[in-house]
């Protein structure tokens, strides 16, 4: 359903290079975010044509950060969902605007009738404009250049405020969105997404060790060979296995006060930990 709104709305965009490009980013992937947005709008009453388009924008909204995170100048990687990226399918002019149309996407996605209140539309965009921006994701992926860097390791709690942005901001902008669109208490999912935001982090932490590229789609074994800081090289592995492990039952609490209509949503962030891509 995401991906035919998606496709839907590029449908008339023309054939250019960045039209094809901001198509081929857009297709794929886990879906995890929109999944949040609209399994966290029917827990609140919001039916999935009613969320439906904040699902897409947060979908486009993701793969405008890939695009930019793929570039030589951020994290330099060639392969992407299992296919290559878009400046190596393209080049890096085309990446750069095709990640810029989609993150422009994102915002007119929001702005169209979608039968929920206009001041919930309004918080929508205002709360993705910051969890994508310079306290949100843009930061995440700042602190985490600088890493690089860095003189010293990040320690873990350096790590978490990063990933809390580069990460976990657009994770709990998806989560957070069905209580927006009910102008209902985004508490409780507020803090099911920050678990599961660092709990999805830590897992790609193990998944940089332990995957098989096959099956990640990307390249692992990339943070040991550039000396970074991360959850498994200062937890061990076993160790962040179990800070993942602990940080899904802290998601899973978050949920009590739902009953059986969260359970989507619980099995959502057993599935973060159990992934093998």
């Not at 290079?17 to 609209?38: E, H, I, S």
């Not at 709008?41 to 924008?57: E, Q, R, T, Y």
């Not at 060639?78 to 996407?105: F, Y």
């Amino acid at each position: 359903m995401v991906q035919q709104q998606l496709d839907r709305r590029m449908s008339d965009m023309g054939d250019e290079p960045v039209m094809q490009a901001m198509r081929y980013a857009a297709t794929g992937g886990k879906r995890l975010r929109a999944f949040l947005v609209m399994e966290g709008a029917a827990l609140h009453g919001i039916p999935d044509h009613h969320s439906v388009d904040a699902a897409a924008a947060i979908e486009a909204m993701h793969a405008y950060s890939l695009v930019h995170d793929d570039l030589p100048c951020m994290d330099n990687d060639d392969v992407r969902r299992g296919q290559p990226t878009v400046h190596v399918k393209w080049n890096e002019a085309t990446a750069v605007l095709a990640g810029d149309a989609l993150q422009a996407l994102a915002f007119d996605l929001l702005t169209h009738p979608s039968g929920v209140p206009h001041n919930a539309q309004l918080a929508l965009v205002a709360g993705m404009a910051h969890a994508a921006g310079a306290m949100g994701m843009v930061l995440g992926q700042a602190l985490d250049i600088a890493a690089e860097t860095a003189l010293t390791p990040l320690t873990l709690a350096e790590i978490e405020r990063l990933q809390r942005g580069k990460t976990g901001a657009l994770i709990n902008w998806a989560a957070t969105a069905g209580p927006v669109m009910a102008l209902a208490d985004p508490t409780p999912m507020r803090r099911y997404a920050t678990a599961l935001g660092l709990a999805f982090q830590i897992a790609d932490d193990i998944l940089d060790v332990t995957g098989d590229e096959a099956r990640t789609g990307k390249r692992v074994g990339k943070d040991a060979g550039a000396g970074k800081a991360t959850f498994v090289s200062l937890l061990g592995l076993e160790g962040a296995r179990a800070r993942a492990a602990a940080l899904v039952a802290e998601a899973e609490a978050a949920l009590d006060g739902y009953g059986n209509a969260a359970a989507n949503l619980i099995a959502a962030a057993r599935f973060v930990i159990a992934r093998d891509k």
